[in-house]
């Protein structure tokens, strides 16, 4: 069965020092992977894609995250946290041979970024 | 960048009133969009695709008659709760996506639904 794990409920970082919010993911073949960002009482926006290529993706508000296929996970980063970057974080996966497009997303981390 | 509106924020409706939830792709046409509820400091849970100009997918212990779905264009589809009840109140949350395998879902911001 397609499954995502964050298996971190909640990670908490010092203003400045870098961060990483970890997933790791169950699916066959070549998953399509994503990472969003959700703020309170809002819906969620997306942060960055790995489709194919370069393992490491660059993205929104300077977040990156890289892909490791043998160990099946797509860890977010940013070097320098802010405390605006206090939210909750899901990482998401979809299966390409699925013509569906839906989205299996992990149980979501909440990032705590503190002065 | 990809722009999904999604009316209203907020509604507060007594118990059995039916609640329409409007979700429009602003800057891009949308063949398929998806709804989602969210409970309270957990993931989303998908209810049901929703293609345009058919039927909408409904996942598995959705209901199809308690939850409609109507996706008449290409930038619009919309969610009715009908005689809604205190145990439907959540947070529902739309999005839409590209034509395209490798494009991203894209999110409205809610509709907190409160049924008295």
Known sequence: AQSVAQPEDQVNVAEGNPLTVKCTYSVSGNPYLFWYVQYPNRGLQFLLKYITGDNLVKGSYGFEAEFNKSQTSFHLKKPSALVSDSALYFCAVRDPSINTGKLIFGQGTTLQVKP | ?116
């Open chain 2, 1 to 116: 960048g990809a722009v999904v509106s999604q009316h209203p924020s907020w509604v507060i409706c007594k118990s059995g009133t039916s609640v329409k939830i409007e979700c429009r792709s602003l800057d891009f046409q949308a063949t398929t969009m998806f709804w989602y509820r969210q409970f309270p400091k957990q993931s989303l849970m998908l209810m049901a695709t929703s293609n345009e100009g058919s039927k909408a997918t409904y996942e598995q212990g959705v209901e199809k008659d308690k939850f409609l779905i109507n996706h008449a264009s290409l930038t619009l589809s919309t969610l009715t709760v009908t005689s809604a009840h205190p145990e439907d109140s959540s947070f529902y949350i739309c999005s839409a996506r590209r034509q395209g395998a490798e494009e991203p879902q894209h999110f409205g911001d809610g509709t907190r639904l409160s049924i008295l």
